[in-house]
């Protein structure tokens, strides 16, 4: 996966948006106000990853299973993970990461607005 899919996937997300907060380098995507992933314009060591939102337990899986996976990179390291997208992390579990992510966020949202993003969105 390449920067411009992980955009494209991101972007295809129900309620997401997606805004430059922090610099003209690092876009930022979001359901609810609230980020739910982002990643550098820029490459890191000649490498393009994405940071996300992930249970901790799973987090400790994946990282034991994929070189790709690792804490997040400035980020909160038990909620946040960073994916590298040309590593051994297949396309579609990057995807369903960022699925996960998205639900991640979801469920620490008041009831009323995990409702309103669950059934009106």
């Known amino acids: 996966m390449n920067i411009e899919e992980l955009r494209e996937f991101c972007l295809s997300i129900k309620g997401a948006s997606e805004s430059f907060p922090f610099d003209e380098y690092t876009l ?3 359901v609810m106000n609230k980020m739910f992933l982002y990643f550098s314009l820029s490459p890191k060591n000649n490498e393009f990853f994405a940071n ?3 249970d901790p337990e799973k987090s ?3 990282r034991e299973q ?3 996976i690792d804490f997040g990179y400035h980020s909160d390291k038990k909620y946040w993970i960073s994916v590298y997208l040309n590593k ?4 579609p579990l ?5 699925n996960h992510s998205v639900s991640e966020v979801i469920k620490k949202l008041p ?6 993003y669950n059934n009106e969105i």
């Open 28 to 30: 930022v995507f979001k």
């Open 52 to 54: 996300m939102k992930c």
């Open 60 to 62: 400790e899986e994946l």
């Open 66 to 68: 994929y070189d790709g």
């Open 88 to 91: 051994d992390v297949p396309d």
């Open 94 to 98: 990057i995807k369903d990461l960022i």
């Open 111 to 116: 009831i009323k607005k995990q409702n309103e």
